[in-house]
């Protein structure tokens, strides 16, 4: 029997934590029984585009983003569902558009409209706001909800009942020891024997707050000479980030976007995460089973601690991280692989749990006619 094809509908897929989440799922669910197709609001080239490709899975890209052309973007969406009589369940994470996506989709006889919910708050410009508008629509549109973490569901769903679906990791590859991998990568980096390396992994975007980690990387070399910070990612302001820590010379390591993210956990001595808001963010699930130290802002949601030497630190006192960095011991948490398996984030549970959904759904709904 030809595997199901369920369609993930998605801004695009660049790197970033909500598709890392996808691109996680897609790779551990058996895709003899289960297949994902993409649907893009960008037609540009992508991250994920050849790993998808390669896995079997087919990619829409359709232009609204670029041009904002909303008539054609409803008409482009309704000859897609139309012709495309393959999908009974779609899963949506892009909430902004799923005021015009999900009815079209209703429309078109898909009965299955699965919303996923992979943040707690929007960037304060006037991006944001109309992303915090369009959203409070999406939810009207779902026959079922999920969501990264309590918080992330409560912020997009309000009253509506989801279902928490941890942001799960390929656990046992993060928490492999590899020593040999560790020094090579740190002597690729140019990191010394004797210098701590400080890590982060995200998108230059206003949510992610660089300017702020700088800040507190600056106050750190003043008490921490040796300290180093590696920085991970691409984004829209990745080239004013770099103007703000050229004073810092080679104490900063732009390191681009990487697909062997586990190897540069491994680098890393500590890891810093202090965005201005967080759903259940997948970086801070994969340093805690690399067993890091994390030092996180205390706007991310708490649960979104499971394992040891986790620390929560206020955004307006740079001073705070560094009496935290510097007072807490660096060494790796020894029951990291144990604590993500049990507290449900290794990737093999979550792909269970949404391929036993989407296989009895699909099954459940009724056939759709070109």
Not at 173 to 188: N, S
Not at 217 to 230: G, I, S, Y
Not at 233 to 244: A, D, M, N, S
């Amino acid at each position: 029997m030809e595997p199901i094809r369920v369609l993930q509908i998605m801004p695009a897929m660049n790197a970033g934590g909500m598709e890392s989440f996808v691109m996680n799922v897609y790779r551990t669910i058996d895709r003899e029984k289960v297949q994902f197709d993409f649907l893009y609001h960008y037609d540009m080239p992508c991250f994920f585009d050849e790993e998808i490709q390669a896995l079997g899975g087919r990619i829409t890209k359709l232009t609204v983003r670029q041009d904002n052309n909303l008539p054609r973007y409803l008409s482009q969406l309704k000859q897609f569902f139309r012709t495309n009589p393959q999908y009974r369940v779609i899963h949506g994470h892009y909430s902004g558009f799923g005021m015009f996506y999900n009815p079209i989709a209703e429309k078109c006889g898909i009965t299955v409209r699965a919303g996923h919910s992979h943040n707690t708050n929007y960037e304060n410009n006037l991006v944001g706001r109309l992303d915090r508008l369009m959203s409070s629509r999406f939810s009207a549109g779902l026959t079922h909800r999920f969501a990264c973490g309590m918080e992330a569901g409560k912020a997009l769903f309000g009253d509506k009942p989801f279902v928490f679906l941890p942001n799960g990791v390929d656990a046992a590859a993060f928490a492999a020891p590899d020593p040999q991998g560790r020094e090579a990568l740190r002597c690729q980096l140019g990191v010394k024997e004797n210098e701590i390396l400080y890590g982060h992994v995200g998108r230059f975007t206003q949510q992610k707050n660089h300017k702020y980690l700088l800040e507190i990387f600056a106050a750190l070399l003043k008490v921490q000479p040796q300290a180093r910070l590696v920085l991970l990612g691409e984004g829209q302001l990745l080239e004013e980030i770099r103007t703000l820590a050229a004073p810092l010379g080679d104490r900063v390591i732009f390191a681009g976007v990487q697909s062997d993210t586990a190897g540069y956990y491994r680098a890393m001595d500590a890891f810093l995460l202090p965005s201005l808001f967080e759903g259940l963010p997948v970086v801070m699930v994969e340093a805690q089973a690399a067993g890091l130290p994390c030092f996180v802002s205390d706007t991310v949601d708490h649960s979104a601690a499971f394992a040891d030497r986790v620390e929560f630190l206020p955004l307006e006192n740079p001073q705070a991280w560094v009496k935290a960095l510097t007072a807490a011991p660096l060494a790796r948490n020894p029951q990291a692989l144990a604590q993500t398996k049990a507290a449900g984030y290794d990737i093999c549970t979550t792909a269970s749990y949404l391929e036993n959904f989407y296989l009895k759904e699909y099954f459940k709904a009724p056939s759709r006619e070109v």
